[in-house]
């Protein structure tokens, strides 16, 4: 702990994660394996209509059911919760349906019993009067129904409070942005405009371990242990819901088994919650596989661009109309909205940008937050839309794009400066580890092969809070206390190198407690790629308090700076015995956010950081049946300096094969509001034989404000997969994909359309 001592490198080494040996030998702590005495379990029952008023619901013959402790409908919740609706940003989701239900799969009833099997049985026994009313499952029909999903707005939180009471309408949130002068005129001007529309659908999140929470009732209060990102904001809204001081709520999160958005804000907790406090005992929720697809989805979106340039194929003028399909309540919706509305006209140095991104309510489950925040479904659009103009204008697609990146230190559309984030290094390393412009084998006979590539960017998430805790003991240990949720992506091994560099100790001797309300201080959520930029910042803060305290302690017990009495010494001498400890706290909120205006969205300091990031790949086309292979995909990365190598890769890796599979294979299917794919059997992820063969590449650099260098990477590697797998069909067989996902039926369809053969529709 002083200058005479060799500094232990813990920042840029490859530390094995540190739970991993508690995984693969099945000793972690997971919600799903917990077990209180005298425990109830809850099934619930759902809505069969996907748009309807409630006349009635007996739940007479499910009560008198043996084993049956109890059944609990929305008014039975109000007896516990008097306005039982929650929401992160809009209070307009019913912890059970009241009056109306909104979807398929909407949670109306629940059975709790001591057995789970009784409780699935009796579920069955429900029965509910519908009065049907005229669903909209589109969203661009959404626009113009004359079906309303909810009657008025209910926003949540004071920034968007102008919405509150607004009716007649399926627009949940609008967002606009407008950069330079005048768009229309600009136009006008252009020597070329081209115009497009893309569309994504829904997906799902998928994590491996489903939704779960216990509730315990407690002298004190509440217990909640459950699977969940945001353990601060479970602890607030529970609060608010009941009324209740925050003290009286605890949240603990152990380990999740992923969780990519789909264990954001609340999902069972109110539920779970308010059924505990009127069952008076402990009560657990355990969605199955088949619940998650109708609990969260990923947001399908329309996506419209229209592009005007100059006669030297410089971009002037861009236009984005954005509707995102966030089903039947807010959730974060309205953020995602904004947040990757924001920055629909790509990492491209336009001078007039018009931006409209609006959050549609439809007669669909929830969309929430997913690997990428909405950024997958733009750069969908807006990379394919520039492949697009380049091939019409007959312009290599990287000489076009070098024609337009954004610069840094050029103004990006949202006004706030492009700084220590380098699109053009990006671009040059994808083209490089692509080959690109060196020739290249097109295959033979019926099998071609194609090339193609993309780039996008992301503003981080701002603002937004982490505090910490660093307990540094005796024993020359120390204990990190932070409510960052480690859902696979390391971020405690993470966090105790950061902990570790500070105060010159091996990783292995920093221990880190896991979230839990009553011992770990705030954390806005584990979300956006935000926790290594922030909750790193508060843990090195807090490392370098208890540090400095620690020197304090020296000083006050006679140690001369730069000595080598050991720790344990110095609580020796003030304690009598080796024992005691100091404690570092710290809170990090990154400098200078300017919200941005609200009716241009410009901002001189959106971001704390940009995230920048690349996907080349390289496929292989079937043309008797459409197939598409994908041989090879190229991820590179504008990470900062990477706290663990290893981690990042895998991070990388990981979020590419998962957009993959959003590509190639994963939808949602929908027969009037019912999911018709909810399981492995018929939903397919990927599988080891889907994998490419996949290389990451990451920029050298260091994130000027970031902790030791550091910003997020976990979002960076889904960002472009889709579009450049789409370039690349193109470059193979000369169609082009407008829809995901890309599967045989669609290539071929479009082959056969180009040749003028369409193929009727069944």
């Given at each position: 702990?002083?200058?005479?001592?060799?500094?232990?490198?813990?920042?840029?080494?490859?530390?094995?994660r540190?739970?991993?040996?508690?995984?693969?030998?099945?000793?972690?702590?997971?919600?799903?394996?917990l077990?209180?005495?005298?425990?109830?379990?809850?099934?619930?029952?759902?809505?069969?209509?996907?748009?309807?008023?409630?006349?009635?619901?007996?739940?007479?013959e499910?009560?008198?059911?043996?084993?049956?402790?109890?059944?609990?409908?929305?008014?039975?919740?109000?007896?516990?919760?008097?306005?039982?609706?929650?929401?992160?940003?809009?209070?307009?989701?019913?912890?059970?349906?009241?009056?109306?239900?909104?979807?398929?799969?909407?949670?109306?009833?629940?059975?709790?019993?001591?057995?789970?099997?009784?409780?699935?049985?009796?579920?069955?026994?429900?029965?509910?009067?519908?009065?049907?009313?005229?669903?909209?499952?589109?969203?661009?029909?959404?626009?113009s129904?004359?079906?309303f999903?909810?009657?008025?707005?209910?926003?949540?939180?004071?920034?968007?409070?102008?919405?509150?009471?607004v009716?007649?309408?399926?627009?949940?949130?609008?967002?606009?942005?407008?950069?330079?002068?005048?768009?229309?005129?600009?136009?006008?001007?252009?020597?070329?405009?081209?115009?497009h529309?893309?569309?994504?659908?829904?997906?799902?999140?998928?994590?491996?371990?489903?939704?779960?929470?216990?509730?315990?009732?407690?002298?004190?209060?509440?217990?909640?242990?459950?699977?969940?990102?945001?353990?601060?904001?479970?602890?607030?809204?529970?609060?608010?819901?009941?009324?209740?001081?925050?003290?009286k709520?605890?949240?603990?999160?152990?380990?999740?088994?992923g969780?990519?958005?789909?264990?954001?804000?609340?999902?069972?907790e109110?539920?779970?919650?308010?059924?505990?406090?009127l069952?008076?005992?402990?009560?657990?929720?355990?969605?199955?596989m088949?619940?998650?697809?109708?609990?969260?989805?990923?947001?399908?979106?329309?996506?419209?661009?229209?592009?005007g340039?100059?006669?030297?194929?410089?971009?002037?003028?861009?236009?984005?109309?954005?509707?995102?399909?966030?089903?039947?309540?807010?959730?974060?919706?309205?953020?995602?909205?904004?947040?990757?509305?924001m920055?629909?006209?790509?990492?491209?140095?336009?001078?007039?940008?018009?931006?409209?991104?609006?959050?549609?309510?439809?007669?669909?489950?929830?969309?929430?937050?997913?690997?990428?925040?909405?950024?997958?479904?733009?750069?969908?659009?807006?990379?394919?839309?520039?492949?697009?103009?380049?091939?019409?204008?007959?312009?290599?697609?990287?000489?076009?794009?070098?024609?337009?990146?954004?610069?840094?230190?050029?103004?990006?559309?949202t006004?706030?400066?492009?700084?220590?984030?380098?699109?053009?290094?990006?671009?040059?390393?994808?083209?490089?580890?692509?080959?690109?412009?060196?020739?290249?084998?097109?295959?033979?006979?019926?099998?071609?092969?194609?090339?193609?590539?993309?780039i996008?960017?992301?503003?981080s998430?701002?603002?937004?809070?982490?505090?910490?805790?660093?307990r540094?003991?005796?024993?020359?240990?120390?204990?990190?206390?932070?409510?960052?949720?480690d859902?696979?992506?390391?971020?405690?091994?993470?966090?105790?190198?950061?902990?570790?560099?500070?105060?010159?100790?091996?990783v292995?001797?920093?221990?880190?407690?896991?979230?839990?309300?009553?011992?770990?201080?705030?954390?806005t959520?584990?979300?956006?790629?935000?926790?290594?930029?922030?909750?790193?910042?508060?843990?090195?803060?807090?490392?370098e308090?208890?540090?400095?305290?620690?020197?304090?302690?020296a000083?006050?017990?006679?140690?001369?700076p730069?000595?080598?009495?050991?720790?344990?010494?110095?609580?020796?001498?003030?304690n009598?015995?080796?024992?005691?400890?100091?404690?570092?706290?710290?809170?990090?909120?990154?400098?200078?956010?300017v919200?941005?205006?609200?009716?241009?969205?410009?901002?001189?300091?959106?971001?704390?950081?940009?995230?920048?990031?690349?996907?080349?790949?390289?496929?292989?086309i079937?043309?008797e049946?459409?197939?598409?292979?994908?041989?090879?995909?190229?991820?590179?990365?504008?990470?900062?300096?990477?706290?663990?190598?290893?981690?990042?890769?895998?991070?990388i890796?990981?979020?590419?094969?998962?957009?993959?599979?959003?590509?190639m294979?994963?939808?949602?299917?929908?027969?009037?509001?019912?999911?018709?794919n909810?399981?492995?059997?018929?939903y397919?992820?990927?599988?080891m034989?889907?994998?490419?063969?996949?290389?990451?590449?990451?920029?050298?650099?260091?994130?000027a404000?970031?902790p030791?260098?550091?910003?997020?990477?976990?979002?960076?590697?889904?960002?472009?997969?889709?579009s450049?797998?789409?370039?690349?069909?193109?470059?193979?067989?000369?169609?082009?994909?407008?829809?995901?996902?890309?599967?045989?039926?669609?290539?071929?369809?479009?082959?056969?359309?180009?040749?003028?053969?369409?193929l009727?529709?069944?």
């Open positions: 702990m002083n200058d005479q001592i060799t500094q232990i490198r813990a920042v840029g080494q490859s530390h094995p540190r739970e991993a040996r508690e995984k693969v030998t099945g000793r972690i702590e997971y919600i799903h394996n077990r209180l005495p005298n425990m109830l379990y809850g099934k619930i029952f759902r809505s069969t209509v996907a748009h309807a008023r409630i006349v009635s619901i007996d739940t007479s499910a009560a008198a059911c043996p084993g049956v402790d109890m059944v609990l409908t929305g008014e039975d919740i109000r007896k516990i919760m008097p306005d039982p609706h929650f929401g992160v940003m809009f209070h307009d989701q019913p912890v059970l349906a009241l009056d109306k239900v909104r979807y398929v799969g909407e949670p109306v009833a629940i059975v709790l019993a001591s057995d789970p099997n009784v409780a699935a049985e009796a579920v069955a026994l429900i029965d509910v009067d519908y009065d049907e009313l005229e669903p909209v499952f589109d969203e661009m029909e959404a626009l129904a004359e079906t999903v909810h009657d008025e707005l209910k926003p949540g939180i004071p920034e968007i409070q102008f919405l509150k009471g009716r007649d309408t399926n627009v949940g949130f609008p967002y606009q942005l407008r950069h330079g002068g005048d768009v229309d005129k600009a136009f006008e001007e252009a020597d070329r405009v081209f115009e529309t893309f569309r994504t659908h829904p997906s799902a999140h998928v994590p491996l371990e489903p939704p779960v929470t216990v509730a315990e009732p407690t002298g004190a209060g509440l217990t909640l242990h459950t699977a969940n990102q945001s353990p601060s904001f479970v602890r607030y809204e529970i609060s608010r819901l009941l009324g209740w001081p925050q003290h709520i605890r949240v603990r999160v152990p380990y999740l088994g969780g990519f958005g789909a264990k954001l804000w609340i999902r069972l109110a539920l779970v919650a308010a059924a505990a406090l069952a008076k005992r402990p009560v657990k929720v355990s969605l199955s088949e619940e998650q697809f109708y609990t969260i989805t990923k947001h399908g979106a329309t996506l419209k661009i229209k592009s340039l100059d006669k030297d194929g410089r971009i002037t003028a861009r236009k984005c109309e954005v509707f995102w399909n966030g089903g039947a309540y807010a959730d974060i919706g309205p953020a995602v909205a904004f947040h990757a509305g920055t629909a006209a790509g990492p491209y140095d336009i001078e007039n940008v018009a931006i409209d991104s609006f959050s549609m309510y439809t007669n669909r489950p929830v969309a929430g937050a997913m690997r990428g925040f909405g950024h997958p479904q733009l750069i969908w659009a807006y990379e394919n839309h520039t492949d697009m103009m380049a091939h019409e204008l007959g312009i290599d697609p990287l000489e076009f794009r070098r024609r337009n990146i954004l610069r840094e230190g050029k103004e990006h559309a006004g706030t400066a492009l700084n220590t984030s380098s699109v053009e290094k990006v671009l040059d390393r994808v083209a490089e580890r692509l080959q690109w412009g060196k020739p290249f084998e097109r295959g033979e006979g019926t099998v071609k092969r194609g090339r193609g590539f993309a996008g960017i992301k503003a998430i701002a603002p937004s809070t982490s505090e910490a805790i660093v540094l003991g005796a024993d020359g240990s120390a204990t990190l206390m932070c409510s960052s949720v859902m696979g992506q390391g971020s405690d091994t993470a966090h105790a190198q950061i902990v570790a560099e500070v105060l010159n100790m091996p292995e001797m920093v221990h880190v407690v896991h979230p839990d309300t009553d011992v770990t201080p705030y954390d959520g584990t979300l956006g790629s935000r926790s290594l930029y922030h909750m790193g910042h508060a843990a090195r803060l807090a490392a308090d208890a540090k400095a305290k620690l020197e304090e302690l000083a006050e017990v006679g140690a001369q730069g000595s080598n009495v050991p720790i344990w010494e110095l609580f020796a001498r003030k009598g015995m080796p024992v005691g400890h100091v404690v570092g706290t710290a809170s990090f909120i990154p400098d200078g956010h919200p941005p205006d609200p009716m241009t969205g410009q901002s001189p300091h959106i971001t704390p950081y940009w995230m920048l990031g690349a996907t080349g790949a390289e496929v292989e079937d043309t049946t459409g197939r598409v292979t994908v041989l090879r995909m190229i991820n590179v990365a504008d990470t900062g300096t990477q706290i663990n190598p290893k981690i990042v890769d895998h991070q890796s990981g979020a590419s094969i998962m957009q993959l599979g959003q590509t294979q994963e939808k949602v299917h929908f027969d009037f509001g019912q999911v018709t909810a399981s492995f059997a018929d397919k992820i990927p599988s034989l889907d994998i490419p063969q996949i290389e990451t590449s990451i920029l050298d650099g260091a994130e404000d970031g030791f260098g550091a910003k997020g990477a976990g979002e960076t590697g889904s960002f472009c997969v889709s450049a797998i789409a370039n690349a069909v193109f470059d193979a067989v000369g169609v082009r994909v407008s829809e995901m996902p890309i599967t045989g039926e669609t290539v071929y369809r479009a082959m056969r359309a180009a040749a003028g053969e369409p009727e529709e069944e």
